[in-house]
């Protein structure tokens, strides 16, 4: 396939016109006129994946790997080397992120991994009628997550009827929600919580990593019928547990 019909296919599942102002969503890399027979999906670019990518091929990631400006290519800093490595092998390079989020992931996220089959989406919150008590969903959590422990702000509520779930980064979004006991997202701030307790609101940290590690296959299923050779890579977590 070429370049250019990948491109009209992601954007038809998932229109990158629907991305932040501030993301950097769509191709990064690449001729649109090249011929792609094998892609790679991954959270992110590393050293791994630029490696080990054959050449002429695509890398879909849900992170842009250029998020800012770049002033130059030297040197051997992320992302300059990956870049330069990229090109010399002509491989192409599209980031699905805000607008993936808005269509597909966030939905895949409370389906897929947390279970939850009844839910509504308001843009990047979905918003879920639960009967629980704080600890169970914490136990949820941790048990669907395969995660040792949680980073947490409890308000005291010992019983949750509405819970709100936001893959990636959602601690800007704590001033829109609406009746919520419970607020699950990931890379909250101190002050954040501060203000949550303090509003009767209850913080579940998942980490950005393991709220969007699922990426790569909520991706593939919409890509099977595809003529094309699709490898699912796993980016390492950047951050570890001890």
Same mark, same amino acid.
């Given at each position: 396939?070429?370049?250019?019909?990948? =491109?009209?296919?992601?954007?038809?599942?998932?229109?990158?016109?629907?991305?932040?102002?501030?993301? @950097?969503?769509?191709?990064? *890399? /690449?001729?649109? #006129? /090249?011929?792609?027979?094998?892609? =790679?999906?991954?959270?992110?670019?590393?050293?791994?994946?630029?490696?080990?990518? #054959?050449? @002429?091929? *695509? $890398?879909?990631?849900?992170?842009?790997?250029?998020?800012? /400006?770049?002033?130059?290519?030297?040197?051997?800093? =992320?992302?300059?080397?990956?870049? !330069?490595?990229?090109?010399?092998?002509?491989?192409?390079?599209?980031?699905?992120?805000?607008?993936?989020?808005?269509?597909?992931?966030?939905?895949?996220?409370?389906?897929?991994? +947390? /279970?939850?089959?009844?839910?509504?989406?308001?843009?990047? +919150?979905? =918003?879920?009628?639960? @009967?629980?008590?704080?600890?169970?969903?914490?136990?949820?959590?941790?048990?669907?997550?395969?995660?040792?422990?949680?980073?947490?702000?409890?308000?005291?509520?010992?019983?949750?009827?509405?819970?709100?779930?936001?893959?990636g980064s959602g601690g800007d979004l704590i001033p829109s929600l609406r009746e919520v006991d419970c607020f699950l997202s990931g890379d909250f701030k101190y002050h954040q919580a501060l203000e949550a307790v303090s509003? #009767?609101?209850?913080?579940?940290?998942?980490?950005?990593? #393991?709220?969007?590690?699922?990426?790569?296959?909520?991706?593939?299923?919409?890509?099977? @019928?595809?003529?094309? !050779?699709? $490898?699912?890579?796993?980016?390492?977590?950047p951050f570890q547990y001890f």
């Amino acid at each position: 396939m070429k370049l250019s019909e990948i =491109y009209h296919f992601l954007n038809t599942l998932s229109p990158f016109e629907r991305q932040e102002s501030w993301d @950097n969503s769509g191709i990064l *890399l /690449g001729d649109l #006129e /090249g011929e792609i027979s094998t892609l =790679y999906l991954s959270l992110d670019v590393d050293e791994a994946l630029v490696k080990g990518a #054959e050449e @002429n091929s *695509l $890398i879909i990631t849900h992170h842009p790997l250029i998020f800012k /400006g770049l002033k130059h290519f030297c040197g051997g800093s =992320y992302p300059r080397a990956f870049l !330069r490595e990229l090109i010399r092998k002509n491989v192409a390079l599209i980031a699905l992120h805000t607008n993936y989020d808005l269509s597909h992931l966030n939905a895949y996220f409370v389906r897929e991994i +947390l /279970g939850f089959d009844v839910f509504s989406q308001e843009g990047f +919150l979905i =918003y879920v009628d639960v @009967n629980l008590s704080f600890r169970a969903l914490c136990e949820r959590v941790k048990e669907r997550l395969h995660l040792p422990f949680l980073r947490v702000s409890d308000c005291g509520k010992e019983h949750l009827r509405r819970i709100a779930v936001c893959t990636g980064s959602g601690g800007d979004l704590i001033p829109s929600l609406r009746e919520v006991d419970c607020f699950l997202s990931g890379d909250f701030k101190y002050h954040q919580a501060l203000e949550a307790v303090s509003n #009767e609101l209850s913080l579940i940290d998942l980490g950005h990593y #393991e709220s969007e590690g699922c990426f790569a296959t909520s991706l593939a299923q919409n890509l099977q @019928n595809l003529p094309l !050779r699709i $490898i699912m890579c796993v980016s390492k977590n950047p951050f570890q547990y001890f």
